[in-house]
C-alpha cells in the first residue's frame, strides 16, 4: 500500500488525537505526487469566527482607532496618489501592510464602511493588473538587481487571500495565478536578495493558499526557487533584523510539506532557530525579543525592545506554526505576546502607537537616543500615528487582533474542531450535514474557566479538542457536568462524542502564580499568573505633544518610583477585583487582576540622562530600603513598567551605578570618537567623525583599577583597543570584546586645561588620528607622545 505523507499524518492525528500533539508530528517521507503535506490543524473561512467580550472591544478600538481610520492622515493611503493603484506612481510596503490588517479587521467586525472600503482598494487594486500578470507599482519590475522586487507584495497578497475566502470574489484566484506564474518566470536575482529573500515564508504560504485552489504544477517549482535562492534558515541566523526573524524563522518547516527526503530536519529547524533566538536575544518576559532593530550580541537586557512589526509578524508565525504541527507549544507563544506585549505596543485608546515594547520600561518620549541604548537611531517610543517617523508598523500592525481572532477555533483533520487560542467568541462551521455553533463564555486570560455551549441542528459525532496551555498542570475537564480525562500542558484534550444541541462543556485552566529566573539576564526574576506576566504598576503621566483629536500624540512619564527589587523568596499574592470584566482591561484603570508583591528600593539603579532605565545588575542586590508591598498589573495593561525584576535583599551584590556615556572630542579635528559604520563587529576601525548624535560616538568610561580605564562603545558595547595588540606608531586602533588583552587598558592624562591624552597600558603610545587627519572616517592610531595637538581629547558638556 503505498502511504502518502497527507495519509500518515493524518492516521497520526487520529491515533494519537486522545493524548497530545505534544513534539513533532511523524512525519516521513512525502508522496509521488507533487501536493503539500497537510497542516496538522487547518484554518476554517475567515468569516467562521465572531469575537465576543473583550476581544470584540479590542476590534472595535482598532477600527475607530489608528488602523481603521489611517487612510485620512496616512499619505501612503491616499488612493488618487498609491502606485498600487496608479501603476504610474511609486508605492511600497506601507498599503499591502495596511491592506493586510484592515480587510480581517473589517470582516472581523462586519463593519459595513469597512467593507467597502476593501472593495473599492481590491477593485482598483486588481485593474492594475497587466498582459503577464505583474500588477502594481511599475518602478518595482525592475527595482531589484534590474527585476521584479517581490517583497511589497507578499502581504498584499494575503490582504487579497482574506477578501477572497469572505467573499468568495471570482476575480482572486485567476489574479494569484497569472502573478505567480509571472514569479515563477523570474530567475534567482528576483528571490536571493533584500528583504524578500528572508521573507519567503510569506510566500511559500500564499502558494500553498492557491495551490489548495487549483493544484497547479507550477507552484511546486515556484516554492522550490523560494527555498532554493531565499534565506537559509536552516543554520545561523542569515539576518539580525528582528522582523525578518519573526516572520522568516518558519520557513524551512513550511517548505518541509512540499520536501522529499528528510522534511523532519526542516521542522526541527524551525524549532531551533525560535529556541536559539530566544535563548539569545528573549531572556525576559513578553514572548518578544531585543530587537531594536537588529538583534546586537551583549544587548539581551529587557529595556531593550521589540518592534510592534516583530509582535505581530511573530504571532502570525506562531499561529501558522499551530496548524502546521499541531502543537500547542507554539498557540501558547502566540498568547504571550497578544495577551503580555500587543496592547502595551498601543495608547489605551487605540489611537496611536509605538515602535518598540519593552519589558522594563520607564520612560516613553519622542527624543532620539544617542547612546547607543537601543540599535537603531531614531526616537521609538513615543504614541504617534507615526505615518513616515515609524513607517512600518503603524501599517502592519494591524492584523494582530484580526488574524488572533481567526486562529481561535481550527479544524481538525479527523472532521472536528480545536480550540487552540482562547478568548470570547462564537465559531459557526458545518461538520458532516450538521450545522455547529460553539459559544466560549470565559474572561480568559482574566480568568480561568471557559465555557462551551454546543448548538446543532441535528446530533452529529466530531471529535472536540481543547488546548491545555503549558503553565497549566491540573486542567478540569467537563462535559454536562461528567469528568473528563484532560491531561497536563501542553496538550490538546479531546472530546469525541456525538453532540446534542445544548451540550455544554466546562474547561478550567487553574492559574497558579510563579516565578521565573532568568539566568541569562543576571538572575533577575519575572512574576506570571496563568497566561499574564506581571509589571510593576508605575503612576502613568500622559502629556499631550501634537497631533489631532483623531491622532493624538503623547509621551508618557514615570510619577511614581520604579527601581524596585522584589524580596527574595516572597510570592505574590493575587488580589481580584470582583464584578464584570470591564470592556478593555488591558489599561490600569481596566484590569481586575493585580498582585502585591513584597518589594525594597534600589536608589543606585536609574535612568540615564536620556530617561532610559540602566541594564540590570546581579540579583540580589544590596538593598537596605525598607520592605513595601508594591501593586504588579499584567503587562499587557502597563504602558511604562518594570517586568524583569532584580531581588533586593540587604546582604546582596552592591549596585554599581551606570556610568554615563560621554562623546571624546579630538582638539585638533574637533572630531568625536566613533566606530566606522556603526559596525558592533569585534576589530571594527575606531575612526573621528562629525558628532552627529549616533550611539557608536558615544564611550563609557569604566574604572578598571590603579587609575586606569575600559572605554566601552555605547552602541557595539566592545572596548577600545589596538589591532592585534600591536605596540608599533601608527597601529589601527578598534574596538573588541573584553577578553582581558592589557591594550584594552588606557590611562587618562590630564593636562590640566580640560584635555587629556590616552595612553595605552601595553605599548605606552597615546591615542591620535592618523596623519594628524581632520576629515571624517580617519583612522585613530596609537603613537609616540609626541606632543602634536591630534593627541589631546576632551569630554565636551
Ligand atoms: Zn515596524
Redo the contacts with the bound molecule.
Sequence with gaps: MTVTRRGVLQAATVVSAATAFGGLPAVTARAAAAAPAADALTRLPVGSITAHGWLAEQLKIQLAGLCGRYAETSHFLVMDTCGWVHPELGGWEELPYWLRGFVPLAIATRDADALATCERWIDAILATQEADGFFGPRALRTSLNGGPDFWPFLPLLMALRTYQEYTHDERIVPFLTRFLTFMEAQDKGAFDSSWVSVRWGDGIDTARWLYERTGDAFLDSLVDKMHRYGADWTGDLPTPHN?NIAQGFREPAQYAQWADGDTDALVRATYRTYEQVLRDYGQFPGGGIAGDENVRPGFGDPRQGF????IVEFMASHELLTRLTGDPVWADRCEDLAFNMLPAALDPQGRAIH?VTSANSVDLDNSRKTEGQFQNGFAMQSYLPGVDQ????PH?YGMGWPYFTEELWLATPDGGLAAALYAPSEVKTRIGNATVTVREETDYPFDETVTLTVSVDKPVAFPLRLRVPGWCDKPRLAVNGRTVKAGSGPVFAEVRRTWKDGDKVTLRLPQRTTLRTWSGNHDSVSVDHGPLTYSLKIAEKYVRTGGSGTFPEYDVHAASAWNYGLVPGSSPELRRRPGPLPANPFTLDGTPLTLAARARRLPEWIADDEHVVAPLQPSPARSRAGVETVTLVPMGAARLRITSFPTAAPDGHPWTPEPPYRRIENKHSGKVLAVDSMSTADDARVVQFDNSGTGDHAWQLLDAGSGRLRIRNGQSGKFLAVEGSSTADSARVVQFEDNGRPDLLWTRVEQGDGWFLLRNEHSGKVLGVDGMSTNNSAQVVQFADNGTEDHLWRLPS
Design positions: 522582523v518592534e510592534t512589526c516583530g515602535y515609524y513607517r512600518c508598523c502592519n
